[in-house]
């Protein structure tokens, strides 16, 4: 078994690469730096891939491909679209999909990827069932007082903050939590069948006050996500 775990931004892997991890190395490819080590006895590579779709999906790829990993779990912080999933709580991925891919001229529903998976498209990418146990078993050993949350993570290359937005993309896609990364790395490790999850934990609640709440959480749910991240690789040793 070897983990790549993924986090858009430097302070949703500090804590991975700095406190937790051991024998790291340092390999750059397209501009992202891949730190190779161990989380206990668990052979992981942590790699910041960047803010959005396409550097997720490049990063994953390259996880697969150059690394040899053989899961993927992406770390970090989103906003909450359900009122009961508070700032500093955990929601695990049951699936992830895409909120902006729009084909609907063409008679597709909302987030359908015309041309893939089936006849009809394919909307939503299944996480890993034994990697969601290992998630949430992991958040109730290391962080009891937090609530967990399983649902569906929505991705899209938007930074949701007004109460209009948050509302049609909970209301069409039925997501726990939005942010921009999740669903294309659940896209590259459908095609790649590679098993991942997806750990978020909510930094703000994707409304008019958003951007003022993520200023003020961001730091401690990113380090929350990735003490959960660390407990659960060392339970799937």
Do not use: W
Not at 181 to 192: D, F, R
Not at 222 to 233: H, R
């Amino acid at each position: 078994m070897k983990i790549g775990i993924i986090g858009a931004m430097d302070l949703e892997i500090e804590k991975l690469t700095t406190e937790e991890m051991s024998s790291a190395e340092i390999t750059e490819k397209a501009g992202m730096k891949f730190h190779i080590g161990q989380l206990g006895h668990t052979d992981v590579v942590i790699v910041k891939s960047g803010v959005g779709k396409v550097n997720a999906a490049v990063c994953a790829q390259i996880l697969i491909d150059i690394f040899g990993v053989t899961h993927l779990i992406n770390t970090g912080i989103a906003g909450s679209l359900d009122h009961s999933i508070n700032i500093g709580d955990i929601v695990v991925s049951e699936d992830a999909m895409y909120h902006d891919m729009d084909v609907t001229v063409f008679g597709y529903a909302p987030g359908v990827i015309p041309q893939m998976g089936t006849p009809n498209g394919l909307r939503n990418f299944p996480a890993d069932p034994s990697m969601r146990a290992a998630a949430v078993a992991a958040c109730k050993e290391a962080a009891p007082g937090i609530g967990i949350h399983e649902g569906r993570v929505v991705s899209g290359d938007q930074f949701i903050c007004t109460s209009k937005q948050k509302h049609y993309i909970a209301d069409t896609f039925h997501g726990l939590c939005t942010e921009m990364e999740g669903a294309a790395i659940a896209h590259t490790a459908y095609l790649n069948e590679v098993p991942f999850v997806i750990l978020r934990a909510i930094s703000d609640k994707a409304d008019e006050e958003a951007d003022v709440s993520y200023e003020t959480f961001e730091r401690q749910a990113a380090e929350n996500c990735a003490k959960l991240v660390s407990c659960m690789v060392r339970s799937m040793t």
